[in-house]
């Protein structure tokens, strides 16, 4: 940095920083984790507490994970039990069939680790003046501002993906006032080092297995030890000053700055991951040069040019939508728990909507990036060697969830994170398919890792089948290859890469279906996560066979491939067979109480108000049943959302959201938004407290976890936008509270790239963006008389809007609203206009 220039560049910034604090801002520092504030790069995580005397900087490496490669066939045992669980399913003794599932189960997944803590020591003596904290998500940036005795410290904090560093830059506003010591800790055996001038490296390992924190019958449930070389991630992270005007010392107690007014410390780390299948020790990277790489490269630009090259990158993605629900006038001033807090009790704060509707993207772009790996239950920030569900990969809902938003919200690319890590887990799959039941192609139980871990989980028969041996997972993995294709017509991804994973996913369940006493095909065992039923003779049970959710899964991983080999004019003959098992499959029921049933025969529940509602996979995400095709399994969807009521945690809150959305009541979804953003102390596992939001807007299921807040982003998108009918609606679920608003930027399958305004409930004006071309038929909630549309005519030509015919279809998507069609040349926009 040029010294004649700092102090101005200095004054400049906090004139900046006193003026415009970003909407989420506190007026103290975080007094736990939830309070504290998440940045990251997609693979380097930090959460920051913002506090005064001695700051936390929490750090993750999104492939720090424990354990290595999974075992191919853990418990060879299990195969031979699939037929003692069929034939007692046969004869509907439903607890010997629970007791023989149990032994089909092999070992638990690994966890996410914390890589470890930065803290900065900023001795005061005196009580600070004018704070304040802030998350800029514009610019995706951190800031920590005081003053004690008439000078004002600030700290700004990003982590850049181009450069691949965390940056900290610490100031005083009168020149030699800044003074402060790094320290560094990690919870895993570490060496520190000094490495290099100014620089403290820190390298360990994190642990050879760590049992999930619900276990709890081991001696040893962390350990790092692995005898044969295998397991057991190598870590290396730095911390180096890259700048300052003041003294330095380092020493492995840490790095001490005094008489400073500036400083930069970059902190970068890289581990040994080498892959889902190979091993992090003996097959490992070599960590150490990969960080003293991204470490070299940083230290040789200027802050400056670290930082602008870090916003142009993040803006790349968060630019591309923007939502304006309304304004918010003084509320949109106030600090986060304030603000919260009047939200609960006044709502009328479009503003705070629009920015947890944004906040959903921020957190993606941080923890998503092209050629990493898929955000975890905690996205990429955990400070536990044993965290909540391992903070692991939940396929029954959690992890799916994660993706929501990715197409819709025009991250895209972030999805492929998702996409590219479905191909290890298949590849297990497969084995798992093979090694459990004998059955071709592949299928992921209900958790994963980063290693794609796929067999039914439980420690070889001590984990419960309600959720342990759902079996389905391969089917709904399967969707997200589909969608992102869908949406983005790359024809040679479809072809080289989602296709034919698709494919065998649907193989597997060709396998796993067989035919019930009526001549349907059922799935034999079968669940719905995580939930029980009790038989009309008082049993009470999980296991039973063709739940709707499974009947749902199998119907969309079939017309899904349907459709895909029909865009790629392959395999006629299987088309073939799927199409004749999907008219075949074990029907869907309505229950006596008019409710869409979630067990094949109408049993009650033991919790009718159970978080998961996984029948209505049908309805979200799949294609099932949707007012616009299937009125009468509408209704029955609804009764049976009535009926679960509007309680649950945060994801089961933000999948609510979505079905309200998807059965177009924008007012009933808007009320679960509002419910999702009441503010919770509430920490530890305790979800029968029910979901809300912490100060940090984290999504509390409790404990944190992160689906809640992408389902959340995904369910407003839902209200906005559909695109799963055959046609582009637009404003199908809006709320009365939304009366007026504009979005710029959202998504439609068959690359439309869609904005629009609209006023009083009523759309004025349109632009599409046609990035492939094609016919996009619009459904609007009024007609735009001077847009010159055509009426929609005949069935949607546009071929990534072919939608299966299913025999509970009675009226067509255009029966009903404003229907036009508008034939498009890719790459060009148009302008749609009302008079
Ligand atoms: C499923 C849910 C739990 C939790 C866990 C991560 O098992 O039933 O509520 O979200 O995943």
Known sequence: MKKSLFPIVVYLCFFINAFAQAPIHYKQPARNWNEALPVGNGRLGVMTFGRVNEELLQLNEETLWSGGPVEKNPN?????????????????????????????????????????????????????????????????????????????????LFVSA?????????????????????????????????????????????????????????????????????????????????????????????????????????????????????????????????????????????????????????????????????????????????????????????????????????????????????????????????????????????????????????????????????????????????????????????????????????????????????????????????EHYVYSGDEKYLKNYAYPLMRDAAQFCLDWLVKDAGGNWITSPSTSPENVFITEKGITQAVSVATTMDMALVYDVFTNVIHASEHLKVDAELRKTLEDRVQHLFPLQIGKKGNLQEWYKDWEDQDPQHRHVSHLFAVHPGRYISPLRTPKYTDAARKTLEIRGDGGTGWSKSWKINFWARLHDGNHAHKLLQELLKLTGVEGTDYAKGGGTYLNLFCAHPPFQIDGNFGGTSGIAEMLIQSQDGLVNLLPALPDAWATGNIKGLKARGGFEIDMTWKDGKITRVIIKSLLGGNCRLKLPNALPGAKLQPAKGKNPNSFYAVFENKYQTTTPESSGFVYDLTTEKNKIYILEGN
């Open 76 to 156: 060879p045992d299990a195969l031979k039990h699939l037929p003692a669980v069929r034939e007692a399913l046969n004869r509907e003794d439903y607890e010997m069939a629970s007791k023989e599932l149990q032994k089909i189960q092999g070992l638990y997944t690994e966890a996410y680790q914390p890589l470890g803590d930065v803290l900065i020591k900023q001795p005061f003596e005196a009580q600070p003046t004018a704070y304040f904290r802030d998350l800029d998500l514009q610019n995706a940036t951190a800031h920590t501002q005081f003053t004690i005795e008439g000078v004002t410290y600030s700290r700004e």
């Open 162 to 482: 181009p450069d691949q560093v965390i940056v900290l830059r610490l100031t005083a506003s009168q020149k030699g006032k800044l003074n402060f010591s790094a320290s560094t800790r990690s919870p895993h055996p570490f060496l520190k080092q000094i490495t290099g001038k100014n620089e403290l490296s820190m390298r360990g390992k994190a642990p050879a297995h760590a049992d999930p924190n619900y276990v709890n019958y081991n001696a040893k449930p962390v350990y790092y030890e692995d005898p044969s070389g295998c397991k057991g991630m190598r870590f290396d992270w730095r911390v180096k000053v890259q700048t300052t005007d003041g003294k330095v010392t380092a020493d492995t107690s840490g790095i001490s700055i005094s008489n400073a007014t500036e400083a930069i410390l970059l902190v970068t780390a890289a581990t040994s991951f080498n892959g889902f299948d190979k091993c992090p020790d003996s097959q490992g990277r070599d960590e150490k040069a990969l960080v003293e790489a991204y470490l070299k490269r940083a230290s040789a630009k200027s802050m400056d040019l670290i930082r602008k090259a870090h916003i142009a990158d993040y803006r790349k993605y968060f630019d591309r939508v923007k939502l304006t629900l309304g304004q918010s006038g003084e509320a949109a001033h106030l600090p986060m728990d304030a603000r919260l807090a009047r939200y609960a009790q006044l709502g009328n704060d479009p503003e705070l909507e629009a920015l947890y509707f944004d906040f959903g993207r921020y957190l993606l772009i941080s923890s998503s990036r092209p050629g990493g790996i898929p955000a975890n239950l905690q996205g990429i920030w955990n400070p536990m060697t044993r965290p909540p569900w391992s903070s692991n990969y939940t396929t029954n809902i959690n992890a799916e969830m994660n993706y929501w938003p990715a197409e819709v919200a025009n991250l895209s690319e972030l999805h492929t994170t998702f996409t590219d890590w479905i191909a290890g887990a298949a590849a297990t799959g497969r084995e798992t398919a093979k090694n459990f039941y004998g059955m071709k192609g592949w299928t992921v139980h209900h958790n994963s890792d980063i290693w794609g871990a796929s067999n039914p989980v439980g420690d070889k028969g001590k984990g419960s089948p309600s959720w342990a041996n759902w079996a389905m997972g391969g089917a709904w993995l399967s969707q997200h290859l589909w």
